[in-house]
Protein backbone atom coordinates (compact mmCIF):
# COMPACT_ATOMS: atom_id res chain seq x y z
CA UNK A 1 0.00 0.00 0.00
CA UNK A 2 1.39 3.23 -0.80
CA UNK A 3 1.75 6.29 2.06
CA UNK A 4 -1.20 8.77 1.96
CA UNK A 5 -1.15 11.47 3.85
CA UNK A 6 -3.58 11.21 6.99
CA UNK A 7 -4.19 13.82 10.03
CA UNK A 8 -3.46 12.49 13.48
CA UNK A 9 -5.40 13.98 16.59
CA UNK A 10 -3.95 14.35 19.83
CA UNK A 11 -4.79 16.51 23.27
CA UNK A 12 -3.45 16.66 26.89
CA UNK A 13 -4.11 18.95 29.85
CA UNK A 14 -1.92 20.45 32.62
CA UNK A 15 -2.46 20.52 36.03
CA UNK A 16 -0.53 23.98 36.04
CA UNK A 17 0.12 26.78 33.79
CA UNK A 18 3.95 26.38 33.95
CA UNK A 19 6.52 26.18 31.03
CA UNK A 20 8.09 22.84 32.49
CA UNK A 21 4.68 21.13 32.70
CA UNK A 22 3.79 22.25 28.68
CA UNK A 23 6.97 20.97 27.63
CA UNK A 24 6.66 17.38 29.60
CA UNK A 25 3.15 17.31 28.96
CA UNK A 26 3.10 18.32 24.87
CA UNK A 27 6.42 15.88 24.43
CA UNK A 28 4.88 13.35 26.16
CA UNK A 29 1.67 13.42 23.45
CA UNK A 30 3.94 14.05 20.13
CA UNK A 31 5.89 11.04 21.52
CA UNK A 32 2.60 8.85 22.22
CA UNK A 33 1.08 9.79 19.15
CA UNK A 34 3.99 9.12 17.22
CA UNK A 35 4.09 5.95 19.00
CA UNK A 36 1.33 5.04 18.55
CA UNK A 37 0.93 4.97 14.54
CA UNK A 38 4.48 3.97 13.92
CA UNK A 39 5.56 7.09 13.11
CA UNK A 40 9.38 8.71 12.45
CA UNK A 41 10.18 12.72 12.14
CA UNK A 42 10.46 12.59 8.39
CA UNK A 43 6.99 11.13 8.22
CA UNK A 44 5.36 14.73 9.91
CA UNK A 45 4.40 16.83 7.38
CA UNK A 46 3.04 19.76 9.65
CA UNK A 47 1.63 20.11 13.00
CA UNK A 48 -1.44 22.47 13.94
CA UNK A 49 -1.12 23.62 17.52
CA UNK A 50 -3.92 24.59 19.75
CA UNK A 51 -4.35 26.07 23.38
CA UNK A 52 -7.15 26.73 25.68
CA UNK A 53 -7.15 30.97 26.31
CA UNK A 54 -6.30 29.95 30.12
CA UNK A 55 -2.53 28.58 28.78
CA UNK A 56 -0.11 31.97 29.19
CA UNK A 57 3.11 30.80 30.64
CA UNK A 58 4.84 29.35 27.32
CA UNK A 59 3.84 28.76 23.17
CA UNK A 60 3.03 25.03 22.84
CA UNK A 61 4.47 24.83 19.90
CA UNK A 62 7.69 25.55 21.06
CA UNK A 63 7.68 22.89 23.02
CA UNK A 64 6.68 20.53 20.14
CA UNK A 65 9.75 22.37 17.76
CA UNK A 66 12.37 21.82 20.82
CA UNK A 67 12.10 17.93 20.01
CA UNK A 68 13.88 18.79 17.19
CA UNK A 69 11.23 18.59 15.01
CA UNK A 70 12.86 22.17 13.53
CA UNK A 71 12.39 21.67 9.98
CA UNK A 72 8.28 20.66 10.39
CA UNK A 73 6.27 23.31 9.29
CA UNK A 74 4.34 24.26 12.49
CA UNK A 75 1.23 26.79 13.34
CA UNK A 76 0.26 27.53 17.09
CA UNK A 77 -3.24 28.82 17.43
CA UNK A 78 -5.52 29.41 20.67
CA UNK A 79 -9.01 27.63 20.93
CA UNK A 80 -11.96 29.46 20.78
CA UNK A 81 -12.88 31.03 24.49
CA UNK A 82 -16.19 28.83 24.66
CA UNK A 83 -18.38 28.60 28.22
CA UNK A 84 -17.81 24.61 29.04
CA UNK A 85 -14.08 24.47 27.16
CA UNK A 86 -11.89 21.98 29.03
CA UNK A 87 -9.49 24.01 30.78
CA UNK A 88 -5.48 24.19 30.40
CA UNK A 89 -5.89 21.91 26.96
CA UNK A 90 -3.14 21.52 24.27
CA UNK A 91 -4.51 20.24 21.08
CA UNK A 92 -2.33 18.77 18.10
CA UNK A 93 -2.97 17.61 14.89
CA UNK A 94 -0.28 16.28 13.18
CA UNK A 95 -0.16 15.67 9.19
CA UNK A 96 1.36 12.99 8.23
CA UNK A 97 2.34 10.28 5.27
CA UNK A 98 1.66 6.93 6.63
CA UNK A 99 0.07 3.60 5.10
CA UNK A 100 -2.08 3.17 7.79
CA UNK A 101 -6.04 3.46 6.74
CA UNK A 102 -8.02 6.26 7.89
CA UNK A 103 -9.96 3.83 10.97
CA UNK A 104 -6.16 2.00 11.62
CA UNK A 105 -5.35 6.00 12.59
CA UNK A 106 -4.83 6.03 16.45
CA UNK A 107 -5.99 9.47 17.54
CA UNK A 108 -4.43 9.78 21.29
CA UNK A 109 -5.63 11.57 24.31
CA UNK A 110 -4.25 12.00 27.50
CA UNK A 111 -4.96 12.97 31.03
CA UNK A 112 -7.73 15.14 31.09
CA UNK A 113 -8.24 15.13 27.60
CA UNK A 114 -9.14 11.66 27.62
CA UNK A 115 -12.89 12.12 27.88
CA UNK A 116 -13.13 14.61 24.57
CA UNK A 117 -13.39 11.86 22.00
CA UNK A 118 -16.92 10.82 24.24
CA UNK A 119 -18.07 14.76 24.64
CA UNK A 120 -19.18 14.65 21.00
CA UNK A 121 -19.77 18.38 19.49
CA UNK A 122 -18.88 20.26 22.93
CA UNK A 123 -15.65 19.06 22.09
CA UNK A 124 -15.06 21.71 19.70
CA UNK A 125 -13.54 21.38 16.33
CA UNK A 126 -10.25 19.69 16.71
CA UNK A 127 -11.77 17.28 19.22
Known sequence: MSAKVRAVRGATT????????????????????MRANDLVDDDLISVLVTASPDIHSAFPATAVRS????DVPLLGAQEADVNGGMPLCVRL???VETTLARDEVAHVYLHGARGLRDRGGSAGPTG
Open 14 to 33: LEEDTPEQIIDRVHELVREM
Open 93 to 95: MMH
Open 67 to 70: LGLG
